[in-house]
C-alpha cells in the first residue's frame, strides 16, 4: 500500500471515530441537561407550602384577600400555600362559603384551605399571620369600650399564636386600631421576636402614591419614597420629602415638581388622611380591594424584599430611629431583605415634618395608655 493511501484510510478512520465521540459526548451533554432540567423541576415542585392564616376570613377584606393569596400574588407564582382562615361562630357559615369558593376556583397554588372558628386550630402551624379580625366600632359606642374589646380579642390570639404558630411567624396586622392591636399581640406573645410584628400602613403609602401620580400626571410605577409616618388614624402623616418621580429626564424630587407647598403640605396630607372616609361615602362600606392588596404588598415586600434603592411603610416596632418612643409600633420607611425589615436611616427631617410626626406619636403614647388601663381594669 501507498504510503498517501494509508494516510488517506488513517485519515477517514480517525474522523469517523472523532465524530462518534462527538456524538457520545452530545448525547450524554443532552441527557446530563434533561435530568437537571427534570431534578430541578421536581425539587421546584416539591417547596413546602406556607400556611398562611387570615383572621376574620368571613369579612369584606378577607372575602378580596384570600384569592390573591392563593394565587400567589402575596408569596411568589412557585410558592404552594396552605390557607388558615379564622372567624368567629355567627359567621361560621359565611366562613365555610369562602373555603367552598376557594376550593371551586382551583388555584393550582392552594394546596389546603382549613376553614374554623377554633383559634387554636386556625393558629397550628402558620408561618404567616394575617389579622383583620376584630371588634368594629359601633355607633355611640366610646372609644375606650372598642378598644377594650380589640384588646382582649387580641390578648387572646397573641396567647394562640404564640403557642402554636410556626418558628419565625411573621404577623401583620390589619385590624384597627392597628398600631395598638399590633403592640397588644407584641406584649402577649413575647416568644414571637418583635421585629416579627407590624401593622398596615401600606394602603395609606399607596394612596399618597397614587394621589401625587394622579397630580403629576405620571404612572404609580414612576413615583417612589414616599413616607407614612406614625399611626393608621388620621393622624397620619404622608411625607414627600423625599419621594422622586422618575421620567426620560431622570429622577427628580416631587416636592420641586409639584411646586406648590400648599398642595404637599396640605391638600395632600389631608387627602390621605381622609381617603379612607371618601371610600365609605362612596361605597357606604370601607376600603376592602385596596386594604387586601396593600396586605399582599406589605408581605410580599417583606418576604421578598425591596428594590435597590426604594423604600415602603411599614409599622414596626420602635427602636427610638428619629426620636420616637421606643417601643410604641409606628410606621417608617423601611427597606427588607432577606425577610428582615430595617428602618431607613439619616432622612432629614425639616421643622414642619417634626410637628406632624411628633402629634401621631402623641397620639399612640395615648391610644397604648388607654389599651394598658383597659388591660389593668379587665385584669
Ligand atoms: N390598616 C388598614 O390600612 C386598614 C384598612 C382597612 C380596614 N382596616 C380594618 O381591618 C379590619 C377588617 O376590615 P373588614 O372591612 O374586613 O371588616 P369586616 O367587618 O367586613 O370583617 C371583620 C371580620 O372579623 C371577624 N371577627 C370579629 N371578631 C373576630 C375574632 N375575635 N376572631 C376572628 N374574627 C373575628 C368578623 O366576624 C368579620 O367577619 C377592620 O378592623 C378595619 O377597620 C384596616
Known amino acids: 500500500m501507498e504510503n498517501s493511501q494509508l494516510v488517506e484510510k488513517i485519515g477517514v478512520y480517525l474522523n469517523s471515530e472523532l465524530v462518534e465521540k462527538i456524538g457520545v459526548v452530545s448525547v450524554c451533554f443532552i441527557l446530563s441537561y434533561l435530568l437537571i432540567k427534570h431534578i430541578w423541576s421536581s425539587v421546584k415542585m416539591e417547596k413546602e407550602p406556607t400556611r398562611v392564616l387570615v383572621t376574620g376570613a368571613a369579612g369584606q377584606i378577607g372575602y378580596a384577600l384570600v384569592p390573591m393569596i392563593a394565587r400567589g400574588l402575596m408569596l411568589g407564582p412557585e410558592q404552594p400555600v396552605i390557607l388558615h382562615l379564622l372567624d368567629i361562630e355567627p359567621a361560621a357559615e359565611a366562613l365555610n ?97 418583635e421585629n416579627n410584628i407590624t401593622c398596615l400602613t401600606m394602603l395609606d403609602h399607596n394612596r399618597a402614591i397614587a394621589q401625587i401620580a394622579d397630580k403629576l400626571n405620571v404612572h404609580v410605577s414612576d413615583v417612589k419614597n414616599v413616607i407614612i409616618w406614625g399611626n393608621h388614624s388620621s393622624t397620619l402623616y404622608p411625607d414627600v420629602n423625599h419621594a422622586t418621580v422618575t421620567s426620560t429626564d431622570g429622577k427628580k424630587l416631587v416636592r420641586e415638581l409639584v411646586a406648590n407647598d400648599h398642595w404637599v403640605n396640605k391638600e395632600l396630607v389631608s387627602r390621605v388622611q381622609q381617603r379612607g372616609a371618601a371610600i365609605i361615602k362612596a361605597r357606604k362600606l370601607s376600603s376592602a380591594l385596596s386594604a387586601a392588596s396593600a396586605a399582599c404588598d406589605h408581605v410580599c415586600t417583606w418576604v421578598l424584599g425591596t428594590k435597590k434603592g426604594t423604600w415602603v411603610s411599614m409599622g414596626v416596632y420602635s427602636d427610638g430611629s428619629y426620636g420616637i418612643q421606643p417601643g410604641l409600633i409606628y410606621s417608617f420607611p423601611v427597606t427588607c431583605k432577606n425577610g428582615e425589615w430595617s428602618i431607613v436611616q439619616g432622612l432629614k427631617i425639616d421643622e414642619f415634618s417634626r410637628e406632624k410626626m411628633d402629634a401621631t406619636e402623641k397620639e399612640l403614647i395615648e391610644e397604648k395608655q388607654v389599651a394598658y388601663s383597659c388591660l389593668n381594669s379587665s385584669a
Open 97 to 193: 362559603g369562602v373555603k367552598m369558593e376557594l376550593i371551586d376556583a382551583a388555584f393550582p397554588l392552594l394546596k389546603d384551605v382549613i376553614a374554623t372558628t377554633d383559634v387554636v386550630e386556625a393558629c397550628e402551624g402558620v408561618n404567616i399571620a394575617i389579622m383583620l379580625g376584630g371588634f368594629p366600632r359601633k355607633e355611640g359606642m366610646e372609644r375606650k369600650e372598642v378598644m377594650s374589646k380589640n384588646i382582649s380579642i387580641y390578648k387572646a390570639q397573641a396567647t394562640a399564636l404564640e403557642l402554636n404558630a410556626a418558628d419565625n411567624c411573621k404577623v401583620l396586622v390589619v385590624a384597627n386600631p392597628a398600631n395598638t392591636n399590633a403592640l397588644i399581640l407584641k406584649e402577649f406573645a413575647p416568644s414571637i421576636p
